[in-house]
């Protein structure tokens, strides 16, 4: 097959479809298949090697086809490699004519070749077997090593390069006379009539259409072309400069000064046309035109920029009271701090310091409130250094931070701090620092007015400073940020900048008004049905008393007592009027607190201890009796204890021993049997009664006798109650035995020591276990244990006492519960 018939063929098999049903074919012998790449489409070149496509594996030539091996030893591209895998889609041999042929020799039988079908005339020489493809098998690669000869990305790309066919372009036509001339420009001119009426809109279109008209040197018809592109896109201001630059060009001068003045009436907003307009007029010298074209512009407001260029065009011929006339214009139509500045920079470059100073100062009038004013004081204050006016400069800064927010003044205070470190004193420098900081405090309470540690700080640097007016600012601003939620964890904080800012005004402003006012505005500010703070209630009272007014302090704290009631209120104020001898208004009040608080033991200590100091001991007992009656009480062991050593000063020792009974009633601690026996032994005994003399008398002896009887009586009642209801406390027991031994041998005579230590008992050290999360008792600890000698002869059946003991606990647990 020659090479013309080979790519005929491959391009045949990639653009004929495979048929519906094909004719039955006979496989050749697999030692007679060759499987051949698949050729590209396009042409190589035909100075190109195999060496410079090394991934490309070009078709052998063809020729009568042999066996697999001959070929395979004889062409290098059908070397088995471990980096080759065939293409998706092959052709094989035995699907060419030359293979048919030579399966045909092969012989007869199973491999004998049927005769091919009639050619398809709609294939050429081809028939259907011949287009059909067969795709092989996946090849599977054994050898997974790297090929010694790698493939970069840009010899892929040079030879990309090398393989690209040359632009094609026209030819070079050349014009010889004027009727070729006339029909190229006619050609031309239906080429750009058809394309702008098919695109209408697109103004390149016109523009090339009228360059070209231009190029001819046709100008009547490059205007009429651009005439006619302004009816369509009027309103595209580029379509205008194109114009007015070709008429510039051609040297039109009249026709683009209609041009330039049509597109600044009709797009008056396009500043590019303005200054392409006043530049034409300058290069035309036509300085007195420019001029009327820039009042034209200013007439509509331009920007600064615009203004700008006009006063340069003035100061370029020579024209300074022009330029300040348009300068007073300019601030006037723009009353900005870069327009002033810039107003007084050229006032100052002209040695006109006093008339620059004149617009700073109008400035500084004018823009107080602006924005950027910082900019503004900050150049204000650098041309005062300039002139070496620094008490000037000083005052300017000082006036722009007080006018100036802080949160808008941080390069001022930059400015401020360098000017004071270069011709400021150490109290200026202080100043300028303590400026600097109050900046700090400033940004931080802007970014987070709820912290009030913050405001703390603020106040403590201005408190510092000495300013009233600055101060008072900072508490109104502070006290201005609320808590958000009417909690009093969220007032803890900010309740103190009320109680300082009142402190500040009565000690340090010494405006009693005020701090009245102050704490006035706090009182109703508190949400007192929610919370309260008693620490305000005191203080706005105190400070009536330290006025000397009297009603106003029993006024608020009646007020905080019938609006919010607390302890702290109550005692307060019943300190007061103790204090001022009002005893009638005091027992109102301990009334009130009682009424209020009845399990509060100290209302009712306090009470009474104010009817004993009064020597009303009936309405004292009273007291105590209604105070223990109540039915819950915070520390009844306190009041218990007040209540019997009341009656023991008052020599009532039936009324002492009725209260510790009725107390026993109550519980059977240790500490009561003890305080009892206690009360027993020394009931009666006066200060002369431990006397030489009194030791002999016979009556002292009796009472002695009694007291040390009375006294053992309530220990065997103690030990009786531990040993039969409250046999698991041991230790109790054991140091009640102590107490009894101690007491025995204070007796002295009378005392009985045997007695107690028959009863004392053994301690033996035991180990019990510990229980654990999961119940088990793998620990153990170490213990005292007691061992009485009433439980040594009742060991045998002590396990059946302490279950009898349990039952009968538990019985009346039960009995409590019903």
């Known amino acids: 097959i020659s090479s013309f018939q080979h790519e005929h063929l491959n391009y045949v098999l990639q653009i004929t479809p495979r048929p519906a049903k094909t004719e039955p074919q006979i496989e050749p012998s697999r030692s007679a298949s060759l499987d051949l790449p698949r050729p590209s489409r396009r042409r190589p070149p035909p100075n190109s090697s195999p060496s410079s496509a090394p991934l490309r594996h070009r078709a052998p030539p063809r020729r009568r086809p042999r ?94 390069r090398e393989r690209q066919e040359p632009e094609i372009r026209p030819p070079k036509q050349k014009i010889t006379d004027v009727h070729e001339l006339a029909d190229y ?61 070709f008429e510039m060009r051609n040297r039109y001068v009249n026709h683009a000064r209609n041009v330039w003045d049509r597109a600044v009436s009709l797009l008056p907003r396009i500043d590019q046309l303005w200054y392409k307009y006043i530049h034409m007029e300058e290069l035309l010298g036509a300085v007195a035109n420019a001029r009327q074209v820039f009042e034209r512009w200013m007439g509509w407001r331009p920007d600064i920029a615009g203004w700008n260029s006009y006063i340069k065009f003035e100061l370029r011929y020579g024209e300074v009271e022009r330029a300040r006339a348009i300068y007073e214009r300019f601030v006037a139509e723009h009353p900005r701090p870069d327009t002033f500045i810039r107003y007084a920079k050229f006032e100052m470059k002209r040695g006109e310091v006093e008339r620059a100073r004149r617009v700073y100062e109008r400035a500084a009038d004018l823009l107080v409130d602006d924005e950027d004013a910082e900019v503004l004081f900050v150049a204000f204050a650098e041309f005062e250094e300039k002139c070496r006016e620094v008490e000037r400069a000083r005052a300017i800064y000082k006036y722009a931070l007080d006018r100036v927010p802080k949160g808008r003044a941080e390069d001022l205070y930059r400015k401020f701090l360098a000017f004071e470190k270069q011709f400021g004193d150490r109290e200026g420098i ?9 900046f700090q405090y400033e940004d931080e309470v802007r970014k987070n007015p709820l912290n009030y540690d ?132 005091c027992r109102t009040l301990y009334e009130k607190y009682i009424e209020w608080s009845p399990a509060n033991c100290y209302a009712w200590r306090k009470y ?68 009892f026996a206690e009360f027993e032994a020394s009931a009666g005994l006066g200060e002369d009664d431990g006397s030489e003399e009194n030791k002999n008398d016979v009556g002292y002896q009796e009472q002695q006798a009694e007291r ?79 061992i009485f000698p009433d439980e040594v002869t009742l060991a045998p059946n002590l396990k059946i006492l302490e279950a009898a003991y349990k039952w009968k606990k538990q019985k009346a647990n039960d009995t409590e519960d019903d």
Request: with cysteine; glycine share 4%.
């Open 67 to 160: 066996v697999q091996a001959d070929l395979k030893s004889n062409h290098p591209s059908l070397a088995p490699s471990s980096h080759y895998s065939p293409p998706p889609k092959t052709l094989t041999l035995a699907q060419t004519p030359a293979a048919m042929a030579l399966t045909t020799r092969g012989g007869g039988g199973a491999d004998q070749a049927q005769p091919p079908p009639a050619p398809d005339a709609s294939l050429g020489f081809l028939t259907k077997r011949d287009t059909e493809v067969k795709l092989p098998r996946a090849t599977r690669v054994k050898n997974k090593t790297p090929a010694g000869v790698q493939i970069t990305a840009e010899q892929i790309l040079r030879e990309a």
């Open 185 to 245: 420009r006619l050609r031309e001119r239906k080429r750009f009539e058809d394309l702008i009426r098919r695109v209408r809109w697109s103004v390149s279109a016109w523009v090339k259409y009228a360059k070209w008209e231009e190029g001819q040197k046709d100008f009547a018809r490059a205007r009429s072309v651009y005439e006619r592109a302004l009816d369509v896109a009027h309103r595209d201001h580029t379509l205008w400069l194109k114009y007015a630059e």
């Open 430 to 438: 202080e100043d300028a620092i303590v400026g600097k900081r109050r």
């Open 454 to 585: 913050s405001w703390f700080d603020y106040i403590r640097l201005e408190e510092s400073v000495g300013n009233k007016d600055r101060i008072r600012d900072v508490y109104e601003r502070s006290i201005a940020n609320v808590p958000p939620a009417e909690e009093k964890r969220y007032w803890q904080r900010y309740i103190y900048l009320w109680i300082n800012y009142a402190l500040y005004e009565e000690l340090d402003a010494q405006d009693m008004e005020r701090t009245r006012e102050v704490y006035r505005e706090c009182l109703k500010l508190i949400p007192h049905k929610k919370f309260t703070f008693a620490k305000l209630w005191l203080m706005a009272a105190q400070f009536e008393i330290r006025q000397k007014n009297i009603k106003a302090a029993r006024q608020i704290l009646g007020n905080a007592i019938g609006m919010a009631p607390k302890g702290k209120i109550f005692k307060k104020y019943i300190e007061i009027e103790l204090y001022l001898g009002n005893f009638d208004r």
């Open 608 to 675: 009474a201890e104010l009817e004993k100091n009064l020597s009303e001991t009936d309405r004292a007992r009273s007291i105590y009796e209604l105070a223990i009656a109540q039915p819950a009480l915070d520390t009844p062991e306190v009041l218990w204890k007040e209540y019997l050593q009341f009656e023991i000063d008052e020599d009532e020792f039936d009324r002492a021993r009725e209260l510790y009974e009725r107390l026993l009633d109550r519980t059977k601690h240790l500490k009561v049997w003890i305080s």
């Open 708 to 786: 040390v009887r009375r006294c053992r009586a309530v220990f065997e009642r103690a030990f009786d109650y531990f040993r039969t209801n409250a046999a698991e406390l041991k230790e109790e027991r054991a140091m009640l035995l102590e107490e009894w031994l101690k007491k025995e041998l204070s007796f002295g005579d009378l005392g009985d020591v045997t007695l107690v230590q028959k009863k004392a008992p053994r301690k033996v050290k035991r180990k019990r276990p510990l229980p654990t999360d999961d119940g088990s008792s793998i620990a153990y600890e170490e213990y005292i244990d007691y």
